[in-house]
């Protein structure tokens, strides 16, 4: 019987070279549901994505995914497993030598010993799912931020992933695409029965469209709730990132000497 | 005093024990290189569009090379040989200098700027743009997709780059020698074709030139597969290639010519 959670987090740690990135998170994503991650640049969100990814292994604990333990897994297990995992890359990593076509086959082709004229159904669906099946045969170069993101989305679920995962999906878009991708990200996740899991600073996008939220400080989770409650939340550090307070638990200032000391003029005032 | 001492045999220490950790990675990443090959041949239309990439688009710069080179061996071969009265001897000399040392170093070292320092350039910002990580991510090993063919690719360009340079700089000089000079042609060809030998002078050549061609391609992926995903990351390690490749080229056509030819 399948557990519940299609991720179970268990206590991890991991240290880069000597610096810890995490410590002791616990986090469990249940099959079907869309959870993100939030927190500030640096608090080990991308970490986290590329543990349950097995691209690198937790220094201590265990990441549990579909019931197998990362850490245990050779590399055909780590591949195996990840062939039914699809990553959207922050600027969606598009392979630039090839067209918008061949990119989406790309997982196809290296997995599959489907017919061309199979694949190209495939890819025309996949696109069409995104909305952009006219731009097939164009290169990345000429797509906008928003529109390669969706092609690499496209590409995410060409094989059909049990899970999803994007690394901030929403940086650097406008307002109407960044919709879009909200909106496919739910949609897509529905539709597919899969599970999905969003790394993203942006609030309001998030709050919109996820079940439930992770939050997380300085390599540990200090919050965590479904949308509304984040929203209530009297967390001061909750309260100060979802409102976009400049001041707060993360102050303005980036932590430093006396700023008298900078300008020389303690000497002055002595 | 001692202190400054200390940091700096430590700073010596330091730099050893990269520079040593550094080789043995750039040998495993080698090794993993060869041991991943079997696609690039199972699949080889990824290999022929390498060979495109590194061998093809190198032509040019290869031929007008190779045919410059050629006239001035022919020009200076020339200006030796006719105060001994042995201008007959001008084929074999230009032949001969192509064949064994000017055709495989040169075009070797043209391909490292030409193919190589591309080739560090684009596997650099593949990682950049985190096209080597979503591959990983697809299940998809770089190494094999990525890699191995880029590698193959300029295995097999190299010694045919190389031919094709001895071969018009053979041209080079027959213009320059021959039709320009007017030394006399029968004697030109005859000469080279009697001197040449196939064992000794081409294999011999062709052999180098896949040396080169090993020590090039693999230089070059490696310092894009291990170059810091930035800007000054790639531009530092495109210009590493460059600069390692081509003394490795010139440190190696040493050796090889000392165990090829010795006492010929």
Redesign the interface.
């Known amino acids: 019987m399948a557990s519940e959670n299609l991720i179970e987090i268990r206590d991890v740690n991991f240290t880069y070279d000597v610096r810890p990135v995490l410590k002791g998170i616990n986090m469990n994503i249940p099959r079907g549901k869309v959870v993100a991650i939030m927190g500030l640049s640096g608090c080990g969100k991308t970490t986290l994505l590329r543990l349950i990814?097995a691209?690198i292994l937790p220094t201590s604990g265990q990441v549990v995914v579909d019931g197998q333990v990362t850490s245990a897994l050779d590399r055909e297990g780590?591949?195996?497993l990840?062939?039914r995992?699809?990553?959207l890359?922050?600027?969606g990593?598009?392979?630039?030598?090839m067209t918008v076509f061949d990119n989406v086959a790309?997982?196809l082709r290296?997995?599959t010993r489907l017919p061309e004229s199979l694949i190209r159904d495939l890819v025309m669906m996949k696109l069409h799912a995104v909305g952009l099946h006219a731009v097939w045969n164009m290169r990345p170069a000429e797509l906008s931020g928003g529109m390669a993101r969706r092609v690499?989305l496209a590409?995410c679920l060409a094989l059909d992933p049990m899970l999803i995962m994007y690394d901030e999906p929403f940086t650097g878009l406008d307002p109407i695409s960044m919709s879009v991708i909200g909106n496919l990200v739910r949609r897509l996740n529905d539709a597919l029965g899969a599970t999905s899991i969003i790394v993203t600073h942006d609030v309001q996008e998030s709050l919109r469209i996820v079940d439930y939220i992770y939050f997380m400080a300085d390599g540990v989770v200090i919050a965590q709730g479904t949308p509304e409650e984040i929203r209530h939340s009297d967390t001061p550090f909750v309260h100060q990132f979802v409102h976009g307070e400049i001041d707060g638990p993360m102050a303005f200032h980036y932590p430093a000497a006396p700023y008298g000391a900078d300008l020389e003029v303690e000497a002055a005032h002595a | 005093m001692p202190e400054r001492l200390i940091s700096t045999v430590r700073g010596i220490g330091h730099r050893v024990v990269e520079a040593v950790w550094r080789l043995g990675y750039a040998a495993r990443f080698f090794v993993a290189t060869l041991f991943h090959s079997g696609a690039s041949f199972r699949r080889f239309h990824l290999t022929i569009k390498e060979i495109y990439f590194s061998g093809v688009l190198s032509l040019i710069i290869i031929l007008v090379s190779g045919l410059f080179v050629g006239m001035v061996l022919g020009l200076q071969g020339y200006e030796t040989l006719q105060k001994y009265g042995s201008e007959s001897a001008l084929g074999t000399l230009v032949a001969l200098s192509l064949v064994r040392e000017l055709g495989p170093v040169l075009a070797a070292l043209l391909f490292a700027s030409r193919a190589g320092s591309a080739i560090t350039a684009?596997i650099g910002?593949?990682k950049a743009?985190?096209?080597l990580?979503?591959m990983?991510?697809?299940?998809?090993?770089p190494i094999a997709?990525v890699v191995a063919p880029r590698f193959w690719g300029g295995v097999i360009s190299m010694p045919l780059l190389a031919a094709l340079f001895s071969a018009i700089g053979v041209f080079g000089g027959y213009l320059v020698g021959v039709v320009l000079i007017g030394v006399d042609e029968g004697q030109f060809w005859s000469q080279m074709q009697a001197a040449v030998d196939f064992r000794q002078d081409i294999v011999n050549g062709v052999i180098k030139s896949v040396v080169f061609g090993v020590a090039v391609t693999a230089i070059a992926l490696f310092e894009g597969y291990d170059a810091p995903p930035t800007a000054e990351g790639v531009s530092h390690a495109t210009t590493r290639t460059v600069v390692t490749s081509s003394l490795a080229v010139l440190g190696l056509d040493f050796v090889l010519t000392a165990f090829m030819f010795r006492g010929v």
């Open positions: 990814g691209q780590v591949f195996a990840r062939r995992m699809g990553m890359f922050q600027f990593a598009l392979f630039t030598d790309f997982p290296e997995h690499a590409r | 684009e910002l593949m743009t985190e096209q990580s979503a990983e991510m697809m299940a998809v090993d997709r």
